[in-house]
C-alpha cells in the first residue's frame, strides 16, 4: 500500500507539476483502483495524506477563520506602460541603483489562498480574505489533486514549515464544458472563471469542491523553517521539486524594459491563454531587496501588478441617478441597457462626479464605450457621438437631495457634491450598514431591508438608537418573528462590547479602514488619547498620512460627531482593554480553539473578547491548546480535544470565564 501510494503521487507529480504523464488515464484509475481496494480491506492502515483521502471530510456548518503568519499583501496596480516604469523609478532610487532585476509572472484571475505544510505534510489551506484573516478551507484544497497532500522529500528531511500562496483557478475549457452540461440540465451557466473558482472552493460540502476542475498555480511564500530562499527565480525552482505547481511561464528580467516586454508579449497571447489572465505581475527578485523597499499600508513597494487594457462593450445610456452616500456624497450612477462584458452582465456603472461626466461630454441617451476597470468595476469610457441623433439630454446634477430634499452643496476646492443633512435617511441607513459590518461591529441579522424599515419607521435615528431597540418592537417588522428578534436583541447586546480598533472602524471616519483602525489604536491605546491628538501627532504615527490626519482631527472636533460617540457610550458601549504589554494579561499564555455555532455572539467577537484579555486563538486543535470552546453542534475539533485530554468548554462555562477576567 506505502509502494502504491508513493507510485500514485509520482503520476500526479508527472500529470500537474511537470505536464509529462507517463501512464494513461485508464492506467491510473487502474492503480487508484487497487489503493482503494487495499485501504477498503485494511482501514486501519489508510493514512490521511492517501491519495484515496481528497474527499472525506463531512459537510462543515461554516468556515473558521485563521490568521496568516505574514499578512497577505494586495498589490498596487499600473494600467500602461507609463505606470511601470514609474514603479520601476521609485524601486531604483529606494535601492540607490540604476537597474533591478525583476521576475514577470502572468496575473491569473482566480482565488488566493495559503497552504500550509508541517514537516512536510499539508495541515492547513486557507483563503486570502483580507489579507490578514482568511477562511479554513482545508477539506476543499484537499480535493485538488494539484495540491500535494505531503511535499516530495528533497536532501535530507523536508521543511519543519512551509507557507506557500497561490491562485486557485479554472481553465476556460474546463468552464465551457462545465457549463455546456449546465445548460443541458436547464441550469444557469457561471458568469466567468474566477466566481466559479471562488465559489467552488467556498462550498461547505467538500464533495461539491471536488467535482469542480480547480487547479492551482503557486508563486510565493510566507514564514519557512527549515529552508532557505533568497530570490523569486530560486523559489520557482524550489517549489515544482516539491511537487507544487508554478506556472511555467515566468521571466527573470534584467530592468524595467525587459519586464515591459514579457508584458507587452502576454498582452497579445491573452486570448490563446488557457486560463483567464488580466495582467502580470512584477516583482522585485532579490528577497534582500525586497526587505529594504518594505511595504506601505496594504501594498508591498516591491511589487506591482501591471494591468491589462480592459474588455469593452457597447450600449446606451438610459438614465442617470443619483446615489447618497453615508458621508453624504452625491455619486451619479449610469443606468445602462445590459450589455455582456467579460463574462459579466453590465446594467450600471459608476460615472463619478459631475466633472467627470463633463469631461468625457456624457449625454443621457448616448451609445457608449464601456469596460470592466482592472476587469472588475464597470466604467463608461466615452460616448460614441456619431450616433447622435438630437434626443440625447445632458445630466445636471440635483440642488436639492433627491432622498431628504435638502440642500446640495459643492465645498470649494471639492470634486463631489454634498447632502449635509446628517439626518438624511441615505445616509443613516448607509452609516448604520457600515457600523455593524464585518470590520465593524460585526452584529448578525442586520441588512439593507431591516435597516431601510428601521430608517422609514423612524425607529432608529442615530447609531445610539439601535440599542434602545426591543424585541416586541422589532418582532413587529416584516419578516422578522419572535425568534429572530430574540436573537437580533442577544446580538446587539453583546456587540456592545468591542475593541477600540472595531469601533474606529465602525464609526466611519474619512480615511479610516480596518487597518488604519489597528495601527491607530495600539499607537494610541484609548479613545480619549486618539480624539485629543494633533494633527502632527497623527502624522507622526507610521502609516498616517496628512489626508488622514486632518480628517480624523475633522471628525472628532465635530460637536455632532461627538454627540454621536457620547450616546453610544451612554447605551452601554463599552470598548475592552487592549492586552497588557508586560505578560499579566488574566489569559496571558493561553490558547483558545472554536468550534460550532455560538449562540450570544459571533465567533469573530468571541475571538476578539480572548484576545483583549491577552489570550490567542487558533484554528485547530494541538497539544498547545488551553481549552476548545463548543458551541452548538461542535465538529471533530472537540472529538480532538477529548483524545487529547484538553479542557472542553461550553458556551456558558466560555461566559462565565470570560465574565471572570473581565
Same mark, same amino acid.
Given at each position: 500500500m506505502t509502494q502504491l501510494r508513493a507510485e500514485i503521487e509520482r503520476h500526479n507529480y508527472l500529470y500537474h507539476v511537470l505536464d509529462r504523464p507517463e501512464i494513461s488515464d485508464p492506467e491510473y484509475d487502474a492503480l487508484f483502483r487497487r489503493l482503494i481496494e487495499l485501504e477498503t480491506q485494511h482501514p486501519e492502515l489508510v493514512t490521511p495524506d492517501s491519495p484515496t483521502q481528497r474527499v472525506g471530510a463531512a459537510p462543515a456548518e461554516g468556515f473558521e477563520t485563521v490568521r496568516h503568519s505574514v499578512p497577505m499583501l494586495s498589490l498596487g496596480n499600473a494600467f500602461d506602460e507609463e505606470g511601470l516604469r514609474e514603479f520601476d523609478r521609485r524601486v531604483t532610487a529606494l535601492l540607490e541603483t540604476d537597474c533591478v532585476t525583476y521576475v514577470a509572472e502572468p496575473k491569473l484571475d482566480g482565488l488566493s489562498v495559503e497552504l500550509v505544510y508541517r514537516d512536510g505534510r499539508f495541515a492547513q489551506g486557507s483563503t486570502r480574505g483580507d489579507g490578514r484573516a482568511g477562511e479554513d478551507v482545508t477539506a476543499n484544497l484537499r480535493t485538488i489533486r494539484g495540491i500535494p497532500?505531503?511535499?516530495?522529500?528533497?536532501?535530507?528531511?523536508?521543511?519543519?514549515l512551509l507557507e506557500v500562496r497561490g491562485e486557485v483557478y479554472i481553465d476556460k475549457a474546463d468552464l465551457d464544458a462545465l457549463n455546456a452540461r449546465r445548460k443541458e440540465a436547464e441550469l444557469p451557466p457561471f458568469a466567468n472563471p474566477r466566481n466559479l473558482a471562488a465559489g467552488s472552493l467556498r462550498q461547505l460540502d467538500p464533495e461539491i469542491t471536488a467535482r469542480r476542475p480547480l487547479k492551482i498555480y503557486c508563486y510565493d511564500v510566507g514564514?519557512?523553517?527549515?529552508?532557505?530562499?533568497?530570490?523569486?527565480?530560486?523559489?520557482?525552482?524550489?517549489?515544482?521539486?516539491?511537487?507544487?505547481?508554478?506556472?511555467?511561464l515566468y521571466r527573470v528580467c534584467n530592468g524595467m524594459d525587459a519586464a515591459i516586454a514579457f508584458y507587452h508579449r502576454l498582452m497579445e497571447e491573452r486570448e490563446r491563454l488557457p486560463y483567464e489572465s488580466d495582467g502580470v505581475v512584477i516583482k522585485v527578485n532579490d528577497f534582500a531587496q525586497r526587505g529594504k523597499l518594505g511595504t506601505v499600508s496594504r501594498s508591498p513597494r516591491?511589487?506591482?501588478?501591471?494591468? +491589462?487594457?480592459?474588455?469593452?462593450?457597447?450600449?446606451?445610456?438610459?438614465?442617470?441617478?443619483?446615489?447618497?452616500?453615508?458621508?453624504?456624497?452625491?455619486?451619479?450612477?449610469?443606468?445602462l441597457e445590459p450589455v455582456r462584458v467579460h463574462?459579466?452582465?453590465?446594467?450600471?456603472?459608476?460615472?463619478?462626479n459631475e466633472d467627470e461626466i463633463q469631461r468625457k461630454e456624457i449625454l443621457i441617451g448616448d451609445r457608449v464605450v464601456i469596460q470592466r476597470a482592472g476587469d472588475v468595476i464597470p466604467q463608461i469610457v466615452k460616448p460614441l457621438t456619431e450616433y447622435r441623433t438630437g434626443d440625447e439630454w445632458p445630466f445636471v446634477m440635483p440642488t436639492r437631495c433627491p432622498v431628504c430634499n435638502s440642500e446640495v452643496v459643492r465645498i470649494e476646492g471639492e470634486v463631489a457634491h454634498r447632502c449635509l443633512n446628517t439626518s438624511c435617511p441615505a445616509r443613516i441607513k448607509q452609516s448604520i450598514l457600515h457600523f455593524v459590518?464585518?470590520?465593524?461591529?460585526?452584529?448578525?441579522?442586520?441588512? +439593507?431591508?431591516?435597516?431601510?424599515?428601521?430608517v422609514e419607521r423612524g425607529l432608529v435615528r442615530r447609531l445610539g438608537d439601535l440599542f434602545r431597540l426591543d424585541r416586541e418592537t422589532l418582532a413587529a417588522l416584516e419578516r422578522l418573528g419572535p425568534k429572530s428578534a430574540d436573537n437580533l436583541v442577544s446580538a446587539l447586546e453583546s456587540a456592545k462590547r468591542t475593541t477600540l480598533n472595531r469601533f474606529l472602524f465602525a464609526l466611519g471616519i474619512p480615511g479610516v479602514g480596518e487597518h488604519v483602525a489597528e495601527v491607530l489604536a495600539s499607537? +494610541?491605546?484609548?479613545?480619549?488619547?486618539?480624539?485629543?491628538a494633533s494633527e502632527d501627532e497623527l502624522v507622526g504615527v507610521p502609516e498616517i498620512g496628512p489626508h488622514t490626519a486632518q480628517g480624523l482631527v475633522e471628525f472628532f472636533r465635530s460637536e455632532e460627531n461627538r454627540d454621536v460617540i457620547d450616546d453610544l457610550f451612554a447605551v452601554g458601549l463599552a470598548l475592552t482593554a487592549p492586552p497588557s504589554e508586560t505578560g499579566a494579561a488574566p489569559l496571558h499564555g493561553t490558547r483558545f480553539v472554536f468550534t460550532g455555532a455560538l449562540s450570544s455572539m459571533s465567533r469573530s467577537e468571541a475571538s476578539d473578547r480572548v484576545k483583549a484579555l491577552g489570550g490567542e486563538v487558533s484554528s485547530s486543535v494541538s497539544h498547545n491548546t488551553t481549552y476548545v470552546v463548543a458551541g452548538e453542534n461542535p465538529g471533530a475539533k472537540a472529538d480532538k480535544a477529548e483524545d487529547l485530554g484538553i479542557t472542553i468548554l461550553t458556551e456558558e462555562d466560555f461566559l462565565t470565564l470570560l465574565q471572570r477576567h473581565a
Open positions: 497532500l505531503r511535499i516530495r522529500s528533497q536532501q535530507g528531511p523536508p521543511p519543519s514564514l519557512t523553517e527549515g529552508i532557505e530562499i533568497r530570490a523569486q527565480d530560486q523559489l520557482l525552482e524550489i517549489l515544482p521539486a516539491l511537487g507544487l505547481r508554478i506556472n511555467p516591491w511589487a506591482i501588478a501591471g494591468k +491589462f487594457p480592459a474588455e469593452q462593450g457597447i450600449t446606451r445610456l438610459k438614465d442617470i441617478v443619483v446615489s447618497v452616500g453615508r458621508t453624504g456624497t452625491l455619486t451619479p450612477v449610469a443606468v463574462g459579466v452582465e453590465i446594467s450600471s456603472a459608476t460615472l463619478h459590518s464585518q470590520g465593524g461591529l460585526d452584529v448578525e441579522g442586520i441588512g +439593507f431591508k431591516l435597516v431601510q424599515q428601521l499607537a +494610541f491605546g484609548s479613545l480619549d488619547r486618539l480624539m485629543a
